[in-house]
T-cell receptor
């Protein structure tokens, strides 16, 4: 069935390290893809999105590229900050206009 | 300020005692949805509504009811709560009239059923 698979966390990095959080999806067609971020004690916020193959979404130094051939949408950031500590959710929109979320990856950035 | 407001934010209740979690948005969004978040399972959709008086089941609707009498409000009702409904609940609305996957979330309601 349709699903989103994210790498298990927590991911622990030192400040200024390079971040990659892997995300792959199983879906028919070419769904729109999203990354949402949840800071402690808050609701989710849209971080970035991509709507077609080879699109690159970007925001706040984060990037993710829609890779049709590998059905992936990995999240990257060149230099993380302590304030980036949060839970990151990969998601796609299925053909019935529903968002399918991954299980989330917790990122902890240490000073 | 544009926002989705949920109440209560925290609630401890007992099995079988009916409760309602309210959700209100001030952005005139047509699309609204309820999710529950559980460790290791991510977010799962409970119910959604494309417009006033239109509601549909999500992936885990059992034990829940919703209503959409006004565009701004979308309450979640637990008629007879059970311990397996202990969870973190999020209400969300769409930033566009036609749902495109961009959701604006409330801050969450943590429910504990004893």
């Amino acid at each position: 069935g349709n699903s989103v698979t994210q790498m298990e966390g927590p991911v622990t990095l030192s400040e200024e390290a390079f971040l990659t959080i892997n995300c792959t999806y199983t879906a028919t067609g070419y769904p729109s893809l999203f990354w949402y971020v949840q800071y402690p004690g808050e609701g989710l916020q849209l971080l970035l999105k991509a709507t077609k193959a080879d699109d690159k979404g970007s925001n706040k130094g984060f990037e993710a590229t829609y890779r049709k051939e590998t059905t992936s949408f990995h999240l990257e950031k060149g230099s993380v900050q302590v304030s980036d500590s949060a839970v990151y959710f990969c998601a796609y929109m299925d053909s019935s206009y529903k968002l399918i979320f991954g299980s989330g990856t917790r990122l902890l950035v240490r000073p | 300020e544009a926002q989705v407001t949920q109440n209560p934010r925290y609630l401890i209740t007992v099995t079988g005692k009916k409760l309602t979690v309210t959700c209100s948005q001030n952005m005139n969004h047509e699309y609204m949805s309820w999710y529950r978040q559980d460790p290791g399972l991510g977010l799962r959709q409970i119910y959604y509504s494309m417009n006033v008086e239109v509601t549909d089941k999500g992936d885990v609707p059992e034990g829940y009811k919703v209503s959409r009498k006004e565009k701004r409000n979308f309450p979640l009702i637990l008629e007879s709560p059970s311990p397996n409904q202990t969870s973190l609940y999020f209400c969300a609305s769409s930033v566009r009239d036609r749902f495109t996957g961009e959701l604006f979330f409330g801050e969450g309601s943590r429910l504990t059923v004893l």
